[in-house]
């Protein structure tokens, strides 16, 4: 039998061994900090959690960077001079830094703690850390050099596995001759009346079909997406909340042109947009913002908030900046074999709203303070009201981002124009949802149906059509049909161009955390926009009169009202109830 004694002088043997060798205390602090980080991921315990990655990959990949970290400051401070602090540095890179990245804004929040205050906090953390780890450091520190090696090989192999591009076989059909290809454009949360700020917009809309009361049939980005790239109604399909993700259901747009003989291709800013979305089906090309799991780290964390605020040009994880978004879409649109596809998403209009410093608006940051989006993000949540002058904020940098937008947008449509085969090529222009600053005490976008989240701006410049403003209320889902028909494709749905028009209906689960998911339904005809939750509450809106929805009418009698709840009563009635999985996925952006 052991005694308390033994195990007790066993445990101390096991902490001096670790603490005598510097590359095993440094793989000891390594791991605590990369396990605790991995624990705070999988909790989402800040909410601020985006993309759900493998678990298997988080519980590999994050210890290793910060074991890797650790070994670094081990390696640069085994040199004789700096050999004193090693203890210190190691404390300070492992749980020190992870404290910093994690806590710090966590302490902020329900503590109201200023940066320094809560700062000051950690650093006492880590000083007490450091003193009681210094009790059991002899100072003979012998230093592995193979440890690092492999594990930077690891870190640098999953990096270049996570960002490159899918290649897939060649199409196999043959093209009819003299086919139009089809540039597909998704100004992520762009919303209507900001659209029409941006130039690129105007010079499109004058040679173009311009739908002025176009509406999403989602509020939030992947439900959207895949609405207009698979013309199907979301609310139909079954949603994977713990992958993000629809079940394939119908073909893509890719699919359907991609064996018609098509080059296809997307790239994608929003990493919802991933491949494994289901949005990115038959694209034999695709350069998605695919986030890599080592952007989940504290240590990423850290660095993205130094990077941006030293006004560097682009973030470094999980997006592509718009002037990323046209380069890789002009080399494509002038390299590809003819016909082609391209679908296109920019992101820099979704929060925190960048505003790349070449865009030249002195004093302008290049995203929204860490401070309101802390705000933001308890006001989208529900847990919190919005202050009015973080909305107002919110909405001047969200403008300032959409005025940057334009250049990459001015110079992406300004190289199509140049194109030889300009004249034959089909481009879209839309936004997958709007978002709200403030109205109906609602910030953000993806929990509520209410107009400045719906009605979007869209364009459709088709060969043979001459400029028109068409003012009827549309879906941007039934681009689909639409596009397919402009270029023969026969036995698909009546699109835009063909009269009359499918009613517009949009449809959502408010899914904020600790309220059960209550699904609603949006229609909206030429006068009234009908919201109705299936709890049997209403909201009926004269848009027309009432752009900003600020007065609810009383229950009506009106019979144009009455069609409107039998087209919704018809639409939920199709509805895959998925409210567990909508409710599971965490994520309201
Ligand atoms: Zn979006």
């Known amino acids: 039998m052991i005694s308390e004694h033994d195990s007790r002088s ?26 605790a980080d991995v624990g705070f991921i999988e909790t989402n315990l800040d909410g601020s959690r985006v993309i759900p990655y493998p678990a298997a990959l988080t519980w590999i990949f994050i210890p290793l960077i910060w074991v890797t970290l650790c070994l670094s400051v081990a390696s640069l401070f085994s040199i004789p001079v700096l050999r004193r602090h090693l203890t210190a540095a190691l404390a300070v890179a492992g749980p020190g830094l992870l404290l910093m990245s994690r806590f710090v804004p966590l302490l902020r929040r329900p503590m109201g703690l200023g940066v320094p205050a809560a700062s000051a906090i950690i650093v006492a953390i880590v000083v007490l850390l450091v003193a009681c780890v210094r009790r059991f450091m002899p100072s003979k520190p012998a230093f ?23 290649r897939l076989p060649a199409p196999t059909g043959k093209p009819p001759a003299g086919q139009k290809n089809i540039v597909l454009i998704f100004l992520d949360t762009v919303r209507y009346d900001d659209a029409l700020q941006m130039s690129a917009v105007r010079h499109l809309a004058a040679r173009a079909t311009a739908f002025e009361n176009a509406w999403a049939p989602a509020s939030w980005t992947l439900p959207s997406h895949f609405a207009v790239l698979t013309g199907i109604d979301p609310w139909v399909v ?21 064996a018609r003989g098509y080059t296809t291709a997307g790239v994608f800013a929003n990493p919802l947009l991933r491949r494994g979305s289901g949005v990115a089906r038959g694209l034999q090309q695709a350069y998605v913002a695919e986030s890599c799991v080592l952007c989940a780290s504290g240590i990423v964390h850290i660095i993205d908030r130094v990077y941006y605020h030293a006004g560097f040009l682009s973030p470094i994880c999980d997006w592509y900046t718009a002037p990323e978004v046209t380069a890789r879409a002009v080399d494509f649109a002038s390299r590809a ?19 790349e410093s070449r865009c030249g608006e002195e004093g302008r940051p290049s995203r929204m303070s860490d401070a309101d989006i802390s705000q933001l993000l308890d006001s989208v949540y529900g847990k919190k009201q919005i202050a009015s002058p973080v909305a107002e904020r919110s909405h001047e940098q969200y403008r300032a981002s959409i005025r940057c937008l334009d250049h990459s947008l001015s110079a992406l449509l300004a190289s199509l124009e140049r194109e030889p085969d300009a004249g034959n090529t089909i481009v879209a222009l839309i936004a997958d949802h709007g978002e709200q600053f403030g109205e109906h005490s609602m910030i953000g976008h993806g929990n509520s149906l209410y107009r400045q989240v719906l009605h979007v701006p869209m364009l459709l410049v088709v060969q043979g059509r001459p400029a ?28 835009l161009l063909d009269v009359p028009r499918r009613p517009t209906v949009a449809f959502y689960h408010i899914f904020l955390r600790g309220l059960p998911p209550e699904p609603a339904f949006s229609i909206a005809s030429s006068r009234y926009h009908l919201i109705a939750w299936k709890s049997g509450r209403e909201e009926l809106y004269a848009y027309k009169d009432d752009p900003e929805e600020l007065h609810p009418l009383p229950h009506s009698d009106d019979p144009e009202v009455a069609q409107l709840r039998h087209a919704l009563s018809e639409a939920a009635a199709r509805e895959d109830s998925q409210a567990a999985a909508f409710n599971s996925l965490g994520y309201l952006q």
């Not at 391209?342 to 960048?354: E, F």
């Open 144 to 166: 592995e050099v193979r440890a690092i090696v492999l594990a930077l090989a690891g870190i640098a192999g999953l990096a270049w596995y996570s960002q490159t591009s899918v």
């Open 337 to 355: 074999q003819r016909p082609y596809f391209l679908a296109i998403n920019y992101i820099d209009a979704h929060s925190p709203y960048y505003v």
């Open 238 to 258: 079954r949603f994977d909340g713990a992958r993000s993700r629809f079940d394939p259901a119908g073909l893509t747009l890719a699919q359907v042109l991609g």
């Open 468 to 495: 028109q403003r068409i003012s009827d209320p549309v879906s941007i889902s039934d681009l689909y049909p639409t596009l397919l028909r402009s270029v023969g494709v026969s036995g698909v749905a009546p699109g």
């Open 10 to 35: 066993r445990g101390r043997r096991i902490v001096s061994a670790i603490v005598r060798s510097p590359t095993a205390l440094a793989i000891f602090l390594g791991l605590v900090a990369g396990i």
